[in-house]
């Protein structure tokens, strides 16, 4: 059986990708909880780093970044937009840290996943549909 190449880059990313992606995300924590960034944006803010995508030839990386308890989107952007500014800084850290041919380029995007998932979760609990069903296990309530 013969393998196409390319075959899995359209749909999903490759194992490669996803250890890549990992190992970045990994490090980018280690760096960001140790160095104090100079960037008004990002001036007591702890950032959370929630996903890390290579691309195929591993040279670019985007990064979900969020700062850690808010949810307001503006300050969101805010951090992303800081991180950004440090992003060549932060790539040169990254290369003493990491075992890769090359240092990815970083690029931070702005990780809206958690406050859709609680938006979700508060129109599912508005309209009824998480409450709980009978109990199955047989025991007294």
């Not at 013969?2 to 250890?19: C, D, F, I, T, Y």
């Not at 030839?57 to 300050?75: K, V």
């Not at 969101?76 to 240092?103: C, H, P, Q, W, Y």
């Amino acid at each position: 059986m013969s393998r196409k190449r390319g075959h899995n880059s359209a749909q999903e990313p490759s194992q490669r990708q996803l250890r890549a992606g990992e190992l970045v995300r990994h490090a980018l924590v280690d760096i960001l909880s140790r160095e104090d960034l100079h960037d008004p944006d990002l001036q007591g803010v702890t950032v959370t780093v929630g996903e890390v995508r290579c691309s195929p030839d591993l040279r670019h990386a985007t990064i979900f970044c969020s700062p850690l308890g808010d949810t307001d989107p503006g300050r969101i952007e805010a951090v992303a937009r800081g991180l950004n500014r440090a992003s060549k800084f932060l790539r040169g850290r990254l290369g003493r840290e990491i075992d890769m041919k090359f240092t990815p380029a970083l690029r931070f995007v702005p990780d809206l996943s958690y406050d859709e998932a609680s938006a979700m979760d508060a129109l599912l609990r508005r309209s009824g549909l998480l409450q709980d069903g009978p109990d199955d296990t047989g025991a007294p309530d």
